[in-house]
C-alpha cells in the first residue's frame, strides 16, 4: 500500500535545542497529520495540515510547537526549544482527503529523545 | 468528549485459530467512522479496516471483519485463520462526524500474539 516515510527513525538531543521532524507523504495526498505516542499510552492528535495551513490543533500542540510544508517537499514538525515532557514518539500520517471519507496512512514514527 | 477504550492489554492464541479484539467507544456524534490498525514489530502502522457508523452490514477485508454492536457502543475485530505474520499491536481508531474536527481518538492497543 501507500507509504509514508519518516526521517530520522529516532533522534537524540539536549532539552532546549531546536529539533525538526521530517516527513515524506504519499505523493499525491493532500492533508497531512502529526500524532504523539508517549510510551504504553495511546497515539493522541496533535495537528492537520492543509493546502499550506494548520487548520486544526489540539491543546498538546505546545507554542513551541510548528509546522510546514515548504513547495511540497517534506512535511516538517519543529520543536523550539524542547522540554524533557516532549520525548515520545511522533507519528506522521497523510490522506487524500478528509479522514471520514478517506483512509489515513501512517509512517512508522520518529523516536524523540530528549536528555 | 469522545473516547475509545480497548480493555485487552494482551492476547495469545495459536495459528489457524480465530481471535476477537474488543473495542468500545463513547460519542455524542450521530455519525462517526471506525477504523482498525496494526503496528509491526518495526514500528509500521498499517490500516486494515473500517466501519461507518450509519451503515448496519459489518465491513469485512479479507480475513478481517467486524462486529458492531451500536446499541453497544461496540466495534469487535475479528482475525479468522490467524497467521504468525498477524503478531503486532491493533489499534482501534474513531472519528467524529462527517465535517468538524478531522481527527483519530484512539485505543491504548492490543497485543496480539500468534502461537506456532
Known amino acids: 500500500g501507500p507509504k509514508v516515510l519518516q526521517i530520522p527513525s529516532h533522534q537524540i538531543i539536549d532539552m532546549g535545542q531546536m529539533v525538526t521532524l521530517n516527513c515524506d507523504p504519499v505523493?499525491?495526498?493532500?492533508?497531512f497529520y502529526w500524532y504523539k505516542q508517549i510510551l504504553g499510552q495511546q497515539m493522541e492528535f496533535l495537528v492537520n495540515f492543509y493546502n499550506g495551513k494548520v487548520m486544526e490543533k489540539s491543546k498538546l500542540f505546545k507554542d513551541q510547537f510548528s509546522v510546514e510544508r515548504p513547495d511540497g517537499s517534506y512535511f516538517t514538525l519543529k520543536i523550539q526549544p524542547t522540554a524533557l515532557e516532549d520525548s515520545a514518539v511522533y507519528f506522521c500520517?497523510?490522506?487524500?482527503?478528509?479522514?471520514?471519507?478517506?483512509?489515513?496512512?501512517f509512517g512508522a514514527g520518529t523516536r524523540l529523545s530528549v536528555l | 468528549a469522545q473516547k475509545v477504550t480497548q480493555t485487552q492489554t494482551s492476547i495469545s492464541v495459536m495459528e489457524k485459530t480465530t481471535v476477537t479484539m474488543d473495542c468500545v467507544y463513547e460519542t455524542q456524534d450521530s455519525s462517526y467512522f471506525l477504523f482498525w490498525y496494526k503496528q509491526t514489530a518495526s514500528g509500521e502502522i498499517v490500516f486494515l479496516i473500517r466501519q461507518d457508523s450509519y451503515k448496519k452490514e459489518n465491513a469485512t477485508v479479507g480475513h478481517y471483519s467486524l462486529n458492531f454492536q451500536k446499541p453497544k457502543s461496540s466495534i469487535g475485530l475479528i482475525i479468522t485463520a490467524t497467521q504468525i505474520e498477524d503478531s503486532a499491536v491493533y489499534f482501534c481508531a474513531m472519528r467524529e462526524g462527517a465535517g468538524g474536527a478531522d481527527r483519530l481518538t484512539f485505543g491504548k492497543g492490543t497485543q496480539l500474539i500468534i502461537q506456532p
Open positions: 500520517a497523510s490522506s487524500l482527503g478528509w479522514s471520514s471519507q478517506n483512509t489515513l496512512y
Open positions: 505523493s499525491n495526498h493532500l492533508y
